[in-house]
């Protein structure tokens, strides 16, 4: 039943007809002389390698170091524009206008209900539960999505809340819906948590997809890089409906470097200090008088109930402070990002003063 085969079947009937854009890159490799892509012969910009080329379309070397980072085959992936744009191609890969409609467990992140609104999809809601530390309904996920509902967005650790969702809640969920909907668990924050990766449920499972991204740990946000993994079968429905040059070529060198075992190690060493700048802010937050709950978090910000959030968010601009206020999501919150030391204490500061 969880086969790539059923889950190929809640595609758009229309992309899964779709010719796909033939570029020039995907049709003729090696060669010497390349004049099949109406490019310029010289780089006007020097210092610039190779910018008058059209880029890779999936630059292998990218694709397998991406691979060996996550542990898994290379054609289990697709590298995106930010993950964002793996949320905007699942959505338009399943979901037909006015018909279909994905499932979110609110408060999550935002993207989800644009991606659907775009698309012209509905949006059906299974909240996470406030009283049990934002924890996920496996019953109420499981029986809100009806057969319209074509993907369900889960996010682990969560934005705004920070928590991981119970890895047995999410398997739960991925295979009571085997063969009826999709079930995308977004681990942009992954690398900041003690949990295990859902990517290790993959092989079995041909309904799950998790995003990634080098936004976060790796320092990448202005690259946009995200990872889309899943079965091969679902990566290649969503090379139908990619861009056909998505990753520009200077993006590809700063990815390339910052995947060096090296700057992998680099990368993990910073998480680390991270996490642990979290955990000291997190207990200096508590001993402020106004500050309610500071939510135990996996990720690399901290969700912090406040008596009245429009006075905290007035005196952190006022200082120069640039805090969230997540209050239309939690009622009197403000989101925290953990930056470097330095712009950790200066926010303990500003925030001491309330
Ligand atoms: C949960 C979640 N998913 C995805 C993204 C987008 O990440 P990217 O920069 O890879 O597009 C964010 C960004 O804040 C996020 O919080």
Redesign the pocket.
């Given at each position: 039943m969880n086969s790539p085969a059923a889950t190929l079947a809640l595609v758009r009937p229309e992309i899964l007809a779709l010719a796909p854009y033939s570029s020039a890159r995907k049709e003729s490799k090696g060669g010497k002389v390349w004049l099949d892509a109406n490019e310029n012969p010289a780089t006007p910009h020097a210092g610039a390698p190779l910018l008058n080329r059209y880029p890779e379309p999936q630059p292998p070397e990218l694709v397998a170091r991406l691979a060996s980072l996550y542990g898994t085959a290379p054609d289990g992936i697709l590298v995106t524009r930010?993950?964002?744009?793996g949320?905007d191609l699942l959505v338009r890969a399943f979901c037909r206008a006015g018909h279909d409609a994905i499932l979110i467990t609110p408060p999550t992140?935002g993207?989800y209900v644009v991606a659907a609104g775009i698309q012209g999809a509905a949006v059906r809601t299974a909240p996470l539960v406030a009283e049990k530390d934002f924890a996920v309904d496996p019953a109420a996920v499981i029986g809100a999505a009806g057969p319209d509902v074509k993907l369900v967005f889960l996010?682990s650790p969560n934005?705004p809340t920070g928590r991981n969702l119970a890895r047995a809640d999410v398997l739960q969920i991925v295979d009571a819906l085997a063969g009826r909907a999709v079930v995308v668990v977004?681990e942009?924050?992954a690398e900041f948590s003690a949990g295990e990766s859902l990517v290790s449920a993959l092989p079995s499972r041909a309904n799950l997809v998790v995003?990634r991204?080098l936004?976060k740990a790796f320092g990448l946000?202005g690259a946009?890089v995200?990872v889309t993994l899943a079965a091969p079968e679902l990566i290649g429905v969503l090379q139908k409906i990619l861009a056909p040059y998505p990753i520009p070529t200077p993006v590809v060198s700063a990815a390339l470097a910052a995947l060096t075992p090296d700057a992998i190690a680099a990368a993990r060493r910073s998480a680390a200090d991270l996490v642990a700048g979290r955990e000291r802010l997190a207990a200096a937050l508590l001993r402020l008088p106004y500050v309610r709950t500071v939510w135990s978090s996996d990720a690399n910000f901290l969700l912090v109930a406040v008596t009245d959030s429009a006075r905290i968010m007035q005196l952190a601009r006022a200082a120069g402070l640039i805090i969230r206020d997540r209050s239309k999501d939690v009622p009197n919150t403000v989101r925290i990002t953990i930056g470097s030391p330095a712009e950790t204490a200066f926010a303990l500061e500003v925030l001491s003063r309330g």
């Open positions: 930010g993950s964002d744009e949320i992140y993207m996010c934005n977004d942009a924050y995003l991204t936004s946000a946009r995200g």
